[in-house]
């Protein structure tokens, strides 16, 4: 290679690097690494994210769990993407067991909640100690069952959580509406809790069963609300 080449070659290099956007660098577990040509508003949170970590226990051998998917590399995600703040969900790997939900939520910092999974043993100053570290909502996850939490839990849990102005969250099939929602919908009404139906609402396949709940908003539920989380205040 001719010498006028080779240095023609080096400065392409570091032209290009100067034009790489600051935080344009490749993260676990998503493909690429440039920008987004449109930027995130300030603010903006990632509202359901999971962290995953060899170290803690699984809660069942037939629940699938991820590799590692730690505090740092999602770390890396935000800076590329522009967000600042986000809302950790407890994994079904980990059943009850929010060990390494908490541990991440103190590893983030103040711009971090998390929505935890408890089952109706968890005692008031459990659920007091949770709020203190972060926590601003439990999750019911029965899309497929995760084994930790059922239906019939919801309202006794939701009537505990919502004096510390918690949020309930329900991962459930359209055809299971019927059967997990309803039952704790004059509870939800009752202590003015808001519920979150995830995953826009699993509303495929449409059956006889869900056609009633699933061809129109889940607000039509009677006392669910299902609706996205805008205040920033807790």
């Avoid at 070659?9 to 440039?34: K, Q």
């Avoid at 005692?123 to 029965?142: C, E, H, Q, T, W």
Wanted: charged share 20%.
């Amino acid at each position: 290679m001719r010498r006028r080449e080779l240095l023609a070659g080096a400065a392409a290099v570091l032209v290009a690097g100067r034009d790489e956007e600051p935080g344009a660098r490749a993260a676990p577990w998503s493909s690429g690494s440039e920008t987004p040509r449109l930027k995130a508003p300030p603010g903006t949170t990632d509202c359901h994210h999971y962290v995953y970590d060899h170290r803690y226990p699984a809660f069942s051998d037939t629940i699938k769990r991820p590799d590692d998917a730690t505090p740092h590399d999602y770390r890396t995600l935000m800076r590329r993407l522009g967000i600042r703040r986000q809302v950790l969900v407890q994994p079904s790997a980990y059943g009850a067991d929010n060990r390494c939900l908490l541990d991440a939520l103190a590893a983030f910092g103040a711009d971090a909640r998390a929505v935890a999974v408890v089952d109706t043993a968890v005692s008031d100053a459990v659920l007091k100690r949770f709020d203190r570290l972060g926590v601003r909502g439990l999750y019911f996850n029965f899309a497929p069952s995760d084994g930790a939490t059922t239906a019939t839990m919801i309202e006794p849990l939701a009537r505990r959580i919502a004096p510390l102005g918690w949020h309930v969250e329900i991962n459930v099939w359209a055809a299971d509406y019927r059967r997990c929602c309803p039952p704790c919908g004059g509870c939800l009404h009752q202590s003015c809790l808001t519920a979150l139906v995830t995953s826009l609402s699993r509303r495929a396949p449409i059956t006889r069963y869900s056609r009633r709940y699933a061809g129109s908003s889940t607000a039509a539920i009677p006392g669910l609300n299902s609706s996205l989380l805008t205040t920033p205040a807790r």
